[in-house]
């Protein structure tokens, strides 16, 4: 029977189960991040070489001019040495990791998740999933706060894969897509699109795409052309925080 069962738990009948609990579900990007994996023991003894923790998104890829959602590993996390669990024994190892700041926001279709995974000798691996709320950092927030102010509501947030020009760590980068429903540029702006190039604690590097409503011939013959979009890239750093909403209203009308 010890044979037998062993046999089974090599093709994953009856081998070890891991259950990930986090301290809660929803988190500002940057976030210490806890919580405890839970090992249950199945039928035999088993070898676990590694837990390990792997925060995933998932982001728009394109392949021969079809779009598929894909995921992405943002960051990798070895929580455990080798050890051995017995049958039936539990095992619980807490952990504590912090969400890179730059992880995406969870809004539109973005999802971002911990993944679990066991690593066991002669067996199949077994993992989990639990996924959580991310919301932006402090200055990603302030400046949606001010865009916001200035009479922009957000229509669309998507992770999409980035060009090479602008690909960091990541193959994507998230997109915000902002339409203007009063205030200045009520009327001047079709639109305007906020890509975060790469973020810390201290400051956010950023491009903005402003792009110019068409006005008469010549301007619907520009939006044609594609010619009535404007890329700017700017830095934002805590010191800007003061005065935040007239620096982004200065650089917005610039090109409006």
Known sequence: MSFFNKMLASIGVG???????????????????????????????????AIYLTLYTT????????????????????????FSISANETKIIPFSFNL????????????????????IRSGVDSTDKDYIEIRPSKIASRIFDEIQALGFRLREAECEQASYKYRSKYPFIQE???????????????????????????????????DRKARGFGGFLAEALDADETHLRMTISQSDLHNLGEILRQTIARYA
């Not at 728009?60 to 080798?82: C, G, H, L, M, Q």
């Open 59 to 82: 982001y728009i890829k394109e392949v021969d001019d079809n779009k598929y959602t894909s995921k992405a590993a943002i960051e990798k996390f070895r929580v455990s040495e080798p």
């Open 15 to 49: 081998s070890a189960k891991v259950d990930t609990k986090l301290e809660k579900s929803s988190y500002t990007a940057g976030e210490l991040l806890r919580g405890e994996v839970e090992i249950y023991g199945g039928n035999v003894e088993q070898q676990i070489d």
């Open 176 to 210: 915000f897509e902002f339409v203007p429903v009063g205030g200045a540029f009520r009327g001047r702006l079709d639109e305007l699109e906020i890509v975060f190039v790469s973020q810390s604690e201290s400051s956010v590097d950023l491009i903005m795409q402003v």
């Open 100 to 119: 890179p700041v730059d992880v995406p926001i969870t809004v539109g279709r973005t999802q971002v998740w911990v993944a679990t995974e066991l690593d």
